[in-house]
């Protein structure tokens, strides 16, 4: 089961840091992925982690501004927002697989694991 926690909101410019934390499953050897969405639109891929070897992969929009990182011992995945702007705003899902290939790791259908979701919300 997967938790996601730590939104709230934020003014543009503002920093945030959300969490996913694992119980009753390890994180190893798995791959970590937050997604986002808003209100009629697609869930889309923000970045994700690979446990094994602790690469990273961002979405173009997030590059720069978003550090994705994994606490082993606490079985945590983390998502640093720095520098939010109002279309970041939207409900953040976390999600974790043990088997995905690099070309689907921005797929959310090849996740089999979900957490439940935070709400960020960045004013302007």
């Known amino acids: 089961q997967l938790q996601a926690s730590g939104g709230g909101l934020v003014q543009a410019g503002g920093s945030l840091r959300i969490s996913c934390a694992a119980s009753?499953?390890?994180?190893?050897?798995?791959?970590v992925g937050w997604f986002r969405q808003t209100p009629g639109k697609e869930r889309e891929f923000v970045a994700a982690?690979?446990?094994?070897?602790?690469?990273?992969y961002y979405a173009d929009s997030v590059k720069g501004r978003f550090t994705i990182s994994g606490n082993n011992a606490k079985n945590t995945v983390y998502l640093l927002m720095n520098s939010l702007r109002p279309e970041d705003t939207a409900v953040y899902y976390c999600?974790?697989?043990?088997?995905?290939?690099?070309?689907?790791?921005?797929?959310?259908?090849?996740?089999?694991?979900w957490g439940q979701g935070t709400q960020v919300t960045v004013s302007s």
């Open positions: 982690i690979r446990f094994n070897g602790g690469h990273t």
């Open positions: 009753g499953r390890t994180f190893s050897g798995q791959t």
């Open positions: 999600a974790a697989d043990s088997s995905i290939i690099l070309s689907s790791i921005r797929v959310p259908s090849m996740y089999d694991h």
